[in-house]
């Protein structure tokens, strides 16, 4: 889907222009008014975010820019966020919301599963993923990994980390067993000892190498990760909506921007989700995430993502075309 737009105005008159376009209303009946009366204003689209309850841009700017509305006067409504993508897709499955987040894993195991969304903008996460082992595992590397038992989540995130090491270590993806759980679930089982390792992102990555013994083997960007984060807009909304979403898009920049100009906006929405200093201090080191929309980049990046994904049996359906899957302002 491509929006046929001009360039982004500067922040501060896009929401000059929406105030104004929302206060300043013309009173005066017009022809097939009954008189004394006005006729009745069009509804403002409502859009219902519910990111996934880590670092976005997306969930940074609830705080910074778009609580209650987006600059064109769309009205935002959030939801209480979820704890991976798993469960944000079937929020959009059920129509329950419009926009949220993932990584690119999810992109295409989504879309192959009949998913109907776009691609709105990505943000490189690399440092904030990775596999940490435990202490007793006797893993000093991914080539250590064979034989070993990785806690992963399916068809996401952890599992792309997981092959992608056995990959860059010579090693087969059926080398070692993937223990398929839910990220919470995951970092329970690699805290009691019961996995060797977890493949893991944001909190999760954070806290299983605050286990004690626990060894950092790799980040996505020693394995140069391609797992980018992303934000989506559901095929029903983008297409009834289309200029809500060029909105959104602009909002999502503006909000970047801020967060480059003051990082503590980040450890504060971290504070903000209930992370004690143990996250906050960690989370302090990132950089700040860009969000960027869709380009040419984006789309080679994806694709390569793909093929990537389709070699090592991440995904069967190797016939979704990104191209038709995103929005380019």
């Known amino acids: 889907m491509k929006l046929h737009l001009s360039a982004p105005k500067a922040w501060a008159a896009v929401a000059l222009a929406s105030l104004i376009s929302l206060t300043a209303c013309d009173s005066r009946p017009t022809a097939g008014a009954a008189p004394g009366t006005t006729p009745a204003a069009t509804p403002a689209a409502t859009l219902r975010i519910s990111p996934v309850n880590s670092y976005s841009t997306l969930t940074l700017s609830k705080t910074v820019n778009l609580a209650s509305k987006l600059p064109d006067g769309t009205v935002v409504q959030w939801g209480a966020g979820f704890p991976a993508f798993a469960p944000a897709l079937d929020a959009l499955n059920g129509d329950s919301i419009d926009v949220s987040t993932g990584g690119a894993t999810n992109?295409?195991?989504?879309?192959?599963?009949?998913?109907?969304?776009?691609?709105?903008?990505?943000?490189?996460?690399?440092?904030?993923?990775?596999?940490?082992?435990?202490?007793?595992?006797?893993?000093?590397?991914?080539?250590?990994?064979?034989?070993?038992?990785?806690?992963?989540?399916k068809a996401g995130t952890g599992e792309y980390l997981a092959h992608k090491a056995l990959a860059d270590a010579g090693l087969k993806p059926t080398d070692a067993v993937l223990k398929y759980l839910p990220p919470s679930d995951g970092l329970a089982a690699f805290e009691a000892g019961s996995v060797d390792a977890i493949a893991a992102w944001d909190q999760y990555f954070i806290t299983a190498q605050q286990v004690p013994g626990a060894k950092l083997i790799t980040t996505g960007e020693t394995l140069h990760s391609t797992n980018v984060l992303f934000t989506f807009v559901s095929k029903k909304f983008a297409d009834a909506h289309p200029e809500a979403v060029k909105s959104l898009i602009q909002g999502l920049q503006a909000a970047s921007a801020e967060a480059r100009k003051n990082p503590k906006l980040v450890?504060?929405?971290?504070?903000?989700?209930?992370?004690?200093?143990?996250?906050?201090?960690?989370?302090?080191?990132?950089?700040?995430?860009?969000?960027t929309p869709v380009n040419d980049d984006t789309i080679k990046l994806l694709q390569e993502h793909q093929q990537f994904l389709a070699k090592v049996g991440i995904i069967a359906n190797t016939n979704i075309d990104i191209k038709q899957w995103v929005v380019r302002p």
């Open 107 to 153: 992109i295409f195991t989504a879309l192959g599963g009949g998913a109907q969304f776009y691609v709105i903008g990505t943000e490189a996460s690399h440092f904030s993923e990775g596999i940490t082992a435990s202490g007793k595992s006797g893993i000093g590397s991914a080539a250590d990994l064979k034989g070993k038992t990785i806690a992963v989540n």
């Open 267 to 291: 450890t504060d929405l971290y504070t903000t989700l209930g992370a004690g200093p143990n996250i906050t201090d960690q989370v302090a080191k990132w950089p700040t995430l860009d969000f």
